[in-house]
């Protein structure tokens, strides 16, 4: 896990230096190796979110000047969004990319809760008929998406003002290179805290 958000937070902060909690160092722990350390420059923060027109100019600013060093979707090193693993192969598709995603977080939940056969059925359902229907066409017919980096796990409790410098600062990331709107589902959900 520590490896992924240092190089998360790397590949973000050569982009947007200006907002990210730029890693130091990530290791092993000497007497444990089950245990990972992750380091970072102090910042004094508060728990509070810049205003929603500001951010947004910057995740632009991200999505806009960043490229896959692949050209393809995915991220170098395994991410984790919490304890669940991102599947970050690379591969050409963002249909396949975000499918296997999904069926990995179903398939995680269901370790977590239990067994259901009917949402591994309704998630197979959903994979074919509505990824499919709303992903591929954005890859036929002449049409290309270019794999920007995205945070992974963007939402107001991984933002907050840095009391020095007035910037917001991003951090827990669990980053990979996908659709520049890929994000935007989560914002939705907490952009009512930025106003």
């Not at 990995?104 to 229907?133: H, M, N, P």
């Amino acid at each position: 896990m520590a490896e992924g958000e240092y190089e998360s937070q790397k590949a973000l902060a050569a982009i947007i230096p200006e907002i990210v909690d730029a890693p130091i160092a990530w290791g092993m722990l000497e007497d444990d190796r089950s245990k990972a350390f992750f380091m970072t420059c102090f910042r004094e923060l508060h728990d509070c979110q810049p205003p929603l027109s500001e951010f947004l100019a910057i995740l632009k600013k991200l999505h806009q000047t960043s490229a896959s060093p692949t050209g393809k979707f995915g991220f170098p090193v395994t991410t984790y969004n919490g304890p669940p693993k991102m599947v970050n192969d690379w591969t050409n598709s963002w249909e396949e990319c975000f499918a296997r995603q999904f069926r990995s977080d179903v398939s995680f939940l269901q370790s977590v809760y239990g067994e259901d056969a009917e949402l591994a059925d309704l998630t197979e359902a959903f994979i074919l008929k509505v990824v499919a229907r709303l992903l591929r066409p954005l890859q036929t017919g002449g049409r290309n998406i270019k794999p920007t980096l995205c945070h992974g796990d963007l939402w107001d409790g991984n933002v907050q003002m840095d009391v020095n410098t007035k910037q917001p600062i991003i951090f827990d990331s669990c980053a990979f290179y996908g659709h520049n709107e890929s994000q935007h589902a989560v914002e939705q959900l907490w952009s009512r805290a930025f106003d």
